[in-house]
């Protein structure tokens, strides 16, 4: 669900304050990033900016984090994140079939949300359930096992 101009704006002044209270902190960077993917749920580019510019260090460097470490994004996510393992087990186990049924479902590809921001896909290279390949991820339910057929019937809970 986007925000509204008013909810960003007291998030920017508790992301600021945050920031003033550990900049001078050893190794500031990471959790002002973290503090600031977590209020937004994204780091936008203004947001890289802001961070940036109130640690005195050049945008590419914030950039360069987020783009380093998978927990940070650059793009809003939907309300529910969808992660269909594509790791080895559940690759040969048809993970990319799966995958292929979410994104024909939604009618967006991985790393995209739908325009309603309801959804977003996103693969991974190992959940953790290689016992249960194909995965994949809704939120926090795991759903092991799959089929391309149960796809549908699984999107209709959220």
Do not use: H, W
């Not at 994204?42 to 460097?61: F, K, N, W």
């Not at 994104?103 to 991985?110: C, F, K, M």
């Amino acid at each position: 669900m986007a925000l509204t101009k008013e909810q960003i704006a007291e998030k920017t002044e508790e992301l600021k304050k945050f920031i003033s209270e550990n900049k001078d902190m050893p190794g500031p960077l990471m959790p002002i990033m973290q503090f600031a993917q977590e209020k937004f749920g994204y780091l936008s580019l203004e947001t890289q900016i802001l961070i940036a510019d109130s640690l005195g260090i050049p945008v590419t460097e914030v950039y360069g984090v987020a783009t380093f470490y998978a927990q940070f994004s650059l793009n809003p996510k939907g309300d529910n994140v969808i992660s269909v393992c594509q790791g080895t087990a559940c690759y040969v186990k048809g993970g990319a079939k799966v995958l292929a049924k979410v994104e024909e479902q939604l009618g967006i590809t991985s790393n995209q949300t739908t325009p309603d921001g309801k959804f977003t896909i996103q693969d991974t290279r190992c959940l953790g359930c290689c016992g249960l390949a194909p995965v994949m991820t809704i939120n926090e339910d795991v759903y092991g096992k799959l089929t391309p057929e149960m796809i549908p019937d699984i999107l209709a809970k959220y």
